[in-house]
Structure formats: structure tokens, C-alpha cells
């Protein structure tokens, strides 16, 4: 039996998310230097500055309250909280 699974969108169609096993690359890479940072975070007005610049760059996915990057795959609400996270584009 062949089953189908339901892609989900987040912004136009030829915004698409990198591999499944690209994303797990990232997620572990990241989380390896969170946890080695003692998950040191940004203040605010670093976190609002990171999330601006994630909402005007090209790459963004937005769909309701998540922003995903089209490049890494990431949710940068999370992922923009933290002191050792870089923008794959390096915009922050």
C-alpha cells in the first residue's frame, strides 16, 4: 500500500523547504552549539531586530504567527533567540 502525504505550503509555491534531511542536519548542527553555549539567549531588542530582518528578507515563509526560512528550514522565532544562531545568509 502507497501512502500519500499532504505537503504543506508556507508562502509561495517556488519558496520550497529544503530536504527533509538537510533540515535534520541543521537542527542538529544548531542545537550542538545552543547546548555547548548553555543556551545563552539575545535580549529583546536583539531578538525584534533578527525577526525584522527575517520578515523582509526574499527567503521567508510566513504563514500566520511562523516564520520559516526557505533556505535552512528553520523556525526563526525559535531559533533567533539564541546567542550562537546565525542566519544562513549571514544577515545576522
Not at 32 to 40: A, C, D, T
Request: glycine fraction near 6%; proline fraction near 3%; charge should be positive.
Amino acid at each position: 500500500m502507497i501512502r500519500r502525504t499532504k505537503v504543506l505550503t508556507f508562502g509561495p509555491a517556488e519558496k520550497k523547504m529544503p530536504s527533509a534531511k538537510t533540515m535534520a542536519k541543521n537542527v542538529i548542527k544548531d542545537g550542538g552549539s545552543i547546548l555547548k553555549s548553555g543556551f545563552k539567549l539575545v535580549d529583546s531588542k536583539t531578538f525584534d531586530q533578527r525577526i525584522k530582518t527575517c520578515t523582509d528578507c526574499e527567503h521567508v515563509r510566513v504563514r500566520g504567527e511562523e516564520i520559516r526560512c526557505s533556505i535552512c528550514g528553520c523556525y526563526m522565532k525559535r531559533k533567533a533567540r539564541f546567542e550562537v544562531a546565525k542566519c544562513p545568509e549571514k544577515k545576522w
